[in-house]
């Protein structure tokens, strides 16, 4: 590994999601020196990786990222066999549709297609979910159960809501099932008031590469396991998942 980069990347990492941050206070959280941190940063900063606040001393991402970002979504090949059947899975279960890749220990949304019913939503694509708390992330940590087991630790895992599974053992105890569903759900577990189902993309390996996933505000979430509605959209999001991954040359799906 190469410090330089690895310490850069690390800068980049304090910074994700809206932080603003001045160079004591990263150097803190990353235990380095102040002088260490402000050369890097000024690095990154000369390339518009970072950018510092108009007349402050605190920094934030920069647009550099952004267009870096959009050229890799803009390249992902499931990303872009993706586009129409998420379209068609919007419109025909009326709900948001996402999907996702393994990050880390995040799942990063790819693409994202808001709930046909003209109400204001926030757009998500590039948007960061902890792995462990989305229906996306259980998918995909489904795929590689031993991957699983080193990602997630021995907890206890963060907390988003009172409903996110924090015990590594609970959530891994529930991937055989995802994996031989096709199929993981999610209740109030990433945002409070937001529901989700996701199924997996598999590659010509067998490997899952993505997943597919609607979302509904939880409110209009059926209760009943058995709701008509449900069995409707689990059919209709694991017809799209299984089309997407034909197209990236599986031969089978779970």
Known sequence: MIQSV????????????????????????????????????????????????????????????????????????????????MEDLARSTGLAVRLGVELLDE?????????????????????????????????????????????????????????????????LAELPTIAAQGLATERDEAVLGESALASPIVDRTGAVVAALGLVAPSAQWPDDPSDRRLEDWTGALRAAARAVSREVGATHWP
């Open 107 to 171: 799942v990063m949304i790819l693409h994202h297609v808001a709930r046909p019913d003209g109400s204001r939503q926030m757009p998500e694509t590039g948007v960061s979910l902890p792995v462990h708390a989305c229906a996306l992330g259980k998918v995909l940590l489904s795929g590689d159960p031993a991957a699983a087991r080193a990602l997630l630790g021995p907890g206890p895992l963060r907390s988003l809501t009172g409903d996110t599974v924090t015990d590594p053992a609970v959530l």
């Open 6 to 85: 690895d310490r850069a990347i690390r800068v980049l990492a304090s910074l994700q999601g809206s932080r603003h941050l001045g160079i004591t206070e990263i150097a803190e959280r990353l235990g380095l020196p102040p002088s260490t941190v402000h050369g890097i940063v000024r690095t990154l900063a000369a390339h518009g990786l970072v950018v510092q606040e108009p007349g402050g001393r605190r920094y934030l991402l920069g647009p550099a990222l952004l267009r870096l970002s959009s050229v890799y979504l803009d390249t992902h090949e499931v990303r872009g066999r993706s586009l129409p059947w």
